[in-house]
């Protein structure tokens, strides 16, 4: 196996999108929009370790994939430009929407807390540097999931660099590697409970800079994009270990079940990062090896490429469903779920739109230089695949 792989494409790595961005979007329209209340609203606060987890599979996903695609040769400014004709241009039709729909609400958005509306949150979303400030008005306010991307846009200043770093790494010392990094991501939130503060939420208890320091910090978040690009590394120079289903099922089961034991910080989700790294290397090395069945079918592809699409413009939709029902909406339970499966059922269609009459053409048009493009370098001739 050999860096020649990186070249082929992975559709089951573009199917998980969708399956990761799944909780994430159930615990935004079905907690944080408030559209329950009392004991049902706290009770659906159990998805929060699921959508976190996800957040930091997509922090590591991201660190695979650009990985899996560099090749030697690449210049920095032709990869910054890619990302940014990826991610900007859907980040402004999101901000864009957002300022309409709070231009219109004004002050009468019905959420359960204050969403970030005034003129700081509404510049730091714009220009994405709302991760580096510990309040959290500024990183939670505005369209809420644009401090994910906040990071994104730290890993791919940096990324020219990582990459080169990683590149050097002996092939033997690529898992050792991954081991130190790992360590480091799960000792992370005994740090930031150290951190002293109120407690932000009533179901969990972490206060603002603790909050801000385990999950939105991006030098923190680093950490897991660095651990994707190791993972990969180890992939394309075929060091990476046979690691059976069963123990990473029983590793997730095991976390999951001792989180009410562990600090509140490790419900976060990074916690789980070295497992998820697992699970996104067994998933990639089902399709080098043709074993991959039920993720490479393409509505499901399509679906994972419009992930990013859906993930940034689904909060600005909830809100305007949100705010449709008024402050006190007093719903029955099964009324607000149909709310909730309504706002999800055009989430989804609409996030397909967003990708291929938006993304997609402006991808195409501006992402790439028309300068013919220099040919790589023939790769190095497979080697055999070890195995543990």
């Known amino acids: ?20 961005a799944c909780p994430v979007i159930w615990y935004h329209v079905s907690y ?23 957040v930091s599979a997509f922090f590591i996903l991201s660190g695979f994939v650009v990985t899996w695609v560099y090749r030697p040769g690449d210049r920095p400014a032709s990869f910054w430009r890619r990302r940014w004709w990826k991610i900007v241009p859907n980040h402004l039709l999101a901000w864009t929407a957002t ?16 969403p970030g509306d005034g003129t700081a949150a509404a510049v ?16 939670s306010g505005f369209n809420t999931p644009a401090w994910s991307i906040s990071c994104e846009v730290f890993f791919y ?12 790494i002996p092939a033997q010392r690529l898992r050792p590697v991954w081991a130190v990094l790992a360590g480091v991501i799960v000792l992370i939130p005994l740090v930031s409970a150290a951190i002293p503060g109120p407690e932000l939420y009533d179901w969990l208890p972490i206060n603002e800079r603790s909050l801000w320091f385990v999950y939105i910090f991006p030098p923190v978040r680093l950490l897991e994009f660095a651990l994707g690009i190791v993972t990969a590394r180890l992939i394309q120079t075929s060091t990476w270990p046979r ?103 055009v989430a989804i269609p609409l996030s397909v739109v967003v990708y291929r009459y938006f993304e997609l053409p402006l991808m195409r048009r501006w992402s790439r230089s028309r300068r013919t493009p220099t040919p790589p370098q023939p790769a190095p001739a497979p080697t055999p695949a070890s195995s543990t």
């Open 1 to 20: 196996m050999s860096d020649e792989l990186s070249y082929r494409r992975l559709p089951s790595l573009t199917s998980l999108r969708f399956i990761l």
């Open 32 to 54: 944080v929009s408030g559209i329950f209340d009392g004991s049902l609203h706290k009770s659906l606060a159990i998805v929060s370790p699921f959508a976190a987890g996800a």
């Open 99 to 114: 300022l309409v729909l709070f231009a219109v609400a004004a002050k009468q958005m019905p959420m359960p807390s204050p």
């Open 124 to 139: 730091t979303n714009l220009f994405l540097v709302q991760d580096w400030v510990p309040d959290y008005h500024l990183y």
């Open 157 to 168: 200043a940096l990324f020219p660099a990582l990459i080169l770093v990683a590149r050097k």
């Open 243 to 345: 690691i059976r289903r069963r123990y990473l099922g029983i590793s997730l089961f095991v976390l999951f079940a001792a989180l009410p034991s562990l600090p509140p910080q490790y419900a976060m989700g990074s916690a789980a990062a070295p497992a998820l790294a697992v699970m996104i290397a067994r998933t990639a090395l089902a399709d080098i090896e043709g074993r991959s069945r039920r993720l490479p079918r393409p509505a499901l592809i399509l679906l994972g490429e419009s992930s990013y699409a859906l993930y940034i413009t689904h909060a600005p939709l909830m809100m305007a469903a949100r705010y449709l029902v008024g402050p006190d909406p007093d719903l029955a339970p099964w009324v607000g779920f149909a709310w909730v499966l309504g706002v999800i059922a």
